[in-house]
């Protein structure tokens, strides 16, 4: 059997400790081997306006992984057209590393809107997609979903939204992202963007 690999796709804006704890369920508590974050510097369904500078969002995941031997930052989708198409990178990752079975993570909240993404009929045909469940995403009408799993875990109620609101307003965020992140994002000398 090949080795298989989820991919738990995000803006990551910025990384936090839910990704992690999600992250790390799925690659100690599942059939895969690794899990690698894809940062995504442009979903094409959010505003890029809204976005942490790209190139940092992918520096906080690296150093937020840099000590798990079984999670990875990905950077492919900054060398592939933007917006970043799920279905698009998929392609890419399946030619670089064709021994490689990726499974697709993602968080409950994100599944209903997979039907509407590029692709989306190849996607799901081809694709097993594990899900982590969500505070406040309702456990998701999985007939249409043939090749989806859900989870059962612990709920982890932290958002990227809501850092950024305590990043707006001057709160603490220890403990919601990594160490070497909160100290990170301690040194930006640029604005949280207003949106979200
Ligand atoms: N607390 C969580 N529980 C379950 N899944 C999560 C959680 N946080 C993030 N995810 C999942 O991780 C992936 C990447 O998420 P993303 O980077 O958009 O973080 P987010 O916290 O949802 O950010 P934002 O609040 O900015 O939308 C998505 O599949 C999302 O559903
Ligand atoms: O492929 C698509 O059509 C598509 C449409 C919307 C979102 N996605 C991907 O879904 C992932 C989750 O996005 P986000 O911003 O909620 O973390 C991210 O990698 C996006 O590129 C992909």
Request: some cysteine; hydrophobic content about 45%; glycine content about 6%.
């Amino acid at each position: 059997m090949s080795r298989r690999v989820g991919l738990l796709f995000g803006s990551f804006n910025p990384v936090h400790t839910g990704h992690l704890i999600l992250a790390e369920h799925f690659a100690t508590r599942t059939d895969l081997a690794e899990v690698w974050l894809v940062v995504t510097p442009h979903n094409p369904f959010k505003a890029a306006s809204g976005l942490l500078p790209e190139a940092e969002r992918l520096r906080w995941v690296a150093l937020a992984v840099a000590d798990n031997p079984r999670l990875r930052a990905e950077a492919v989708e900054f060398e592939l057209p933007r917006p970043s198409y799920t279905i698009a990178t998929l392609d890419a990752l399946r030619l670089r590393h064709p021994a490689t079975e990726f499974v697709l993570l993602m968080g409950a909240d994100n599944l209903p809107g997979v039907p509407q993404w590029r692709e989306a009929g190849r996607l799901l045909a081809d694709t097993d997609i594990y899900v982590y469940p969500r505070p406040g995403a309702p456990a998701p009408a999985l007939a249409a979903f043939p090749r989806v799993q859900v989870l059962e875990a612990p709920l982890l109620d932290i958002s990227g939204t809501y850092i950024r609101q305590c990043l707006r307003a001057g709160h603490s965020i220890r403990y919601l992202v990594p160490p070497a992140v909160e100290e990170a994002l301690a040194a930006l000398d640029f604005q949280v963007p207003p949106l979200g």
